[in-house]
């Protein structure tokens, strides 16, 4: 079974916790011939006495999927937050992640270009929650100017603060389209865009039906139990029945 033709779709937990918490993440994902897990070891926390994430700890537990899961197969997406998590993660990240947070720390959108190899294959730029389309697109240039090719960009739309939405946060569609017309690879996340898991699936079908490149989506084994997010986490099995019926299905489309 094969995925929608140029898919960049993008599921795992909010932060990566054990071995036990991402393995079947990454054996649903296997098995549906999906390349890319978020596997964050860096987590930017609003709280400071939150989870911050397994830092360099989480490597263990990256090698030992390697020993399952050949790179080629299950692809890594990692955040970094600052020069030195770059340089940890960009050795084993497919995807570079930039957080929402960190859209305008130009510093660090420099030093990208510098730290990138052939096993990165993109660098995923999220949109600050209250940060203009126009301000996104140049932090986009900051990254093509210091050197990464704009095919391999892709921007995330993560949704913005808002004061009508009943969870504080709306997914801004017109803004990924902006994006698009810009001409970047772009994807939606209605995790983050929606804060709720009950909200997931329909904004993720509705952003299929926008034909953006794909969907960045939160899910974990044990959702109540997720370190991170519990609120906005899929099950596996809600994650497995989005696959089934909306990605394989349109695969033909
Ligand atoms: C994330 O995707 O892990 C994350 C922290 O999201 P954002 O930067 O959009 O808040
Ligand atoms: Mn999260």
Same mark, same amino acid.
């Given at each position: 079974?094969?995925?929608?033709?140029?898919?960049?779709?993008?599921?795992?937990?909010?932060?990566?916790?054990?071995?036990?918490?991402?393995?079947?993440?990454?054996?649903?994902?296997?098995?549906?011939?999906?390349?890319?897990?978020?596997?964050?070891?860096?987590?930017?926390? @609003?709280? $400071?006495?939150?989870? &911050?994430?397994?830092? /360099?700890?989480? #490597?263990?537990?990256? %090698?030992?999927?390697?020993?399952?899961?050949?790179?080629?197969?299950?692809?890594?997406?990692?955040?970094?937050?600052?020069?030195?998590?770059?340089?940890?993660?960009?050795?084993?990240?497919?995807?570079?992640?930039?957080?929402?947070?960190?859209?305008?720390?130009?510093?660090?959108?420099?030093?990208?270009?510098?730290?990138?190899?052939?096993?990165?294959?993109?660098?995923?730029?999220?949109?600050?929650?209250?940060?203009?389309?126009?301000?996104?697109?140049?932090?986009?240039?900051?990254?093509?100017?210091?050197?990464?090719?704009?095919?391999?960009?892709?921007?995330?739309?993560?949704?913005?603060?808002?004061? @009508?939405? $009943?969870?504080?946060? &709306?997914?801004?569609? /017109?803004?990924? #389209?902006?994006?698009? %017309?810009?001409?970047?690879?772009?994807?939606?996340?209605?995790?983050?865009?929606?804060?709720?898991?009950?909200?997931?699936?329909?904004?993720?079908?509705?952003?299929?039906?926008?034909?953006?490149?794909?969907?960045?989506?939160?899910?974990?084994?044990?959702?109540?139990?997720?370190?991170?997010?519990?609120?906005?986490?899929?099950?596996?099995?809600?994650?497995?029945?989005?696959?089934?019926?909306?990605?394989?299905?349109?695969?033909?489309?």
């Amino acid at each position: 079974m094969e995925n929608r033709a140029n898919s960049l779709n993008i599921f795992g937990p909010c932060a990566l916790e054990s071995y036990s918490q991402i393995e079947p993440v990454a054996a649903l994902l296997s098995r549906h011939k999906i390349k890319y897990i978020r596997t964050q070891l860096f987590k930017p926390r @609003t709280n $400071p006495d939150s989870f &911050q994430g397994l830092g /360099i700890d989480g #490597l263990e537990i990256l %090698k030992k999927l390697r020993e399952t899961y050949s790179s080629d197969d299950l692809k890594f997406v990692c955040e970094a937050c600052s020069l030195d998590q770059l340089d940890i993660i960009a050795p084993w990240a497919a995807i570079i992640q930039i957080g929402a947070r960190n859209m305008q720390n130009f510093e660090l959108l420099k030093a990208v270009g510098k730290k990138m190899s052939e096993q990165n294959d993109y660098v995923l730029l999220k949109r600050g929650f209250a940060n203009t389309v126009e301000e996104w697109l140049e932090s986009a240039r900051y990254l093509t100017q210091g050197g990464v090719p704009k095919e391999k960009i892709i921007l995330c739309e993560r949704g913005t603060r808002s004061v @009508t939405s $009943p969870t504080g946060v &709306q997914m801004d569609f /017109i803004a990924a #389209l902006a994006a698009k %017309k810009a001409g970047y690879k772009v994807i939606l996340d209605p995790s983050h865009g929606s804060k709720k898991a009950e909200y997931v699936i329909p904004l993720a079908n509705a952003s299929l039906a926008l034909k953006l490149d794909g969907v960045m989506v939160e899910c974990h084994p044990n959702p109540k139990e997720s370190v991170s997010d519990a609120a906005q986490a899929l099950s596996l099995n809600e994650t497995e029945l989005f696959i089934q019926e909306s990605l394989h299905s349109t695969a033909n489309n």
